[in-house]
């Protein structure tokens, strides 16, 4: 189900972006975003994570941008299957392709893909085992203008096995 929505999105987006003249006034943007997320129950305990993650990117016309972030989540002293770790590491890049709605009552409604590459490290008892994961999130959100560069975006997203959450923070235009 989640990757026929992803497919279905990723051809509208083309379809839009291929259809649509590039719009010389759309500008640059950057921002960051306060993140929450779960990587699931794992042996009757939920491992979570919050960080900031830094993204930036390009409105290329009215419904299609497209994004690159980078987050760093920390986790320390959580169990998993019985096992203690000191601390979970993830630094991780999204490479998102980004399709707006029509305004409702102010507020731009969105869906974003993206393919993830993490490098995760989870250390315990003096020993560090390195993990890389490769896959695709998938996010619902909405922007808010709070000025004429400034908005207000927030989202929920999901994928990549059990992992999701949410993330809200400003985004500036220029």
């Given at each position: 189900m989640l990757r026929t929505l992803l497919i279905g999105t990723m051809c509208l987006m083309g379809t839009t972006a291929l259809s649509a003249d590039m719009n010389d006034d759309t500008p640059w943007f950057v921002g960051i975003n306060y993140v929450e997320q779960n990587f699931g129950n794992l042996d009757g305990q939920d491992i979570e994570g919050d960080s900031y993650a830094v993204f930036g990117g390009y409105q290329m016309n009215d419904r299609v941008s497209l994004e690159l972030t980078y987050a760093d989540i920390n986790i320390d002293n959580f169990t998993l299957n019985g096992q203690s770790y000191n601390d979970l590491a993830s630094?991780?890049?999204?490479?998102?392709a980004k399709y707006n709605f029509d305004d409702f009552?102010?507020?731009?409604?969105?869906?974003?893909?993206?393919?993830?590459?993490?490098?995760?490290?989870?250390?315990?008892?003096?020993?560090?085992?390195d993990i890389v994961d490769r896959g695709f999130i998938g996010a619902i959100g909405g922007e808010y203008p709070l000025t004429e560069s400034i908005t207000l975006r927030a989202e929920v997203f999901s994928g990549r096995g059990s992992n999701n959450g949410w993330a809200v923070g400003p985004r500036v235009s220029f």
């Open positions: 630094d991780y890049l999204a490479m998102s009552s102010g507020i731009t409604p969105f869906v974003r893909v993206s393919f993830v590459e993490s490098d995760d490290s989870i250390s315990s008892g003096g020993q560090t085992i």
